[in-house]
T-cell receptor, first 113, second 115 residues
Framework: KNQVEQSPQSLIILEGKNCTLQ??????????LRWYKQDTGRGPVSLTI?????NTKSNGRYTATLDADTKQSSLHITASQLSDSASYIC????????????FGTGTRLLVSP | SQTIHQWPATLVQPVGSPLSLECTVE??????LYWYRQAAGRGLQLLFY??????ISSEVPQNLSASRPQDRQFILSSKKLLLSDSGFYLC??????????????FGPGTRLTVT
């Protein structure tokens, strides 16, 4: 069964600190992995997309890594800001010939002043 | 640039009442369109997707239906709502009729509460 699991479920960090969110997946055949940021009550917004051959990709203070062998990904946030408070969702696309996405349940991050 | 609209933003409906949620996309042609539901504490679940006018694929059997009367319009409907239909409904669009790394862009969502 295709699944995406994220940890931790929730996280509280102080403003300015770094944090790392984890994602494990069992989606096959693998096409790509995405990280989305979702503010409360809003639609998700894409942060990064990585294919099988990409090990790391950055978007400003966000850096995603991918280990296709162990089927793990991480999202590292550097120098956190209050606006980083949101849910971060790991999403894996299966290569079924159509863009069907398998969503994790997300990590809820709270950055406190 | 492309934009995606959903309405209404919030909706409170009694059990057994009908439902109609609308999604429109601007600035692109022949997009793939998707309806997702996000229940509290759960990941997004794909409900329907469409690769063209009148072409609807259902992912989860339920009392919901979808229609695509125009190229950039996607409608989610129900004849009789259930309590379990409560959730956050998201519409999304993407380029490319087949796989690949094309981005999916999400709308602002509709919060549906069935009472």
């Amino acid at each position: 069964k295709n699944q995406v699991e994220q940890s931790p479920q929730s996280l509280i960090i102080l403003e300015g600190k770094n944090c790392t969110l984890q994602c494990n997946y069992t989606v096959s055949p693998f096409s790509n992995l995405r990280w989305y940021k979702q503010d409360t009550g809003r639609g998700p917004v894409s942060l990064t997309i990585m294919t099988f051959s990409e090990n790391t990709k950055s978007n400003g203070r966000y850096t995603a890594t991918l280990d296709a062998d162990t089927k793990q990904s991480s999202l590292h946030i550097t120098a956190s800001q209050l606006s980083d408070s949101a849910s971060y969702i790991c999403v894996v696309s299966a290569d079924t010939g159509f863009q069907k996405l398998v969503f994790g349940t997300g990590t809820r991050l709270l950055v406190s002043p | 640039s492309q934009t995606i609209h959903q309405w209404p933003a919030t909706l409170v409906q009694p059990v057994g009442s009908p439902l109609s949620l609308e999604c429109t996309v601007e600035g692109t042609s022949n997009p793939n369109l998707y309806w997702y539901r996000q229940a509290a504490g759960r990941g997004l679940q794909l409900l329907f997707y469409s690769v063209g006018i009148g072409q609807i694929s259902s992912e989860v059997p339920q009392n919901l239906s979808a229609s695509r009367p125009q190229d950039r319009q996607f409608i989610l409907s129900s004849k009789k709502l259930l309590l379990s239909d409560s959730g956050f409904y998201l519409c999304a669009w993407s380029l490319s009729p087949r796989g690949g790394s094309y981005e999916q862009y999400f709308g602002p969502g509709t919060r549906l509460t069935v009472t």
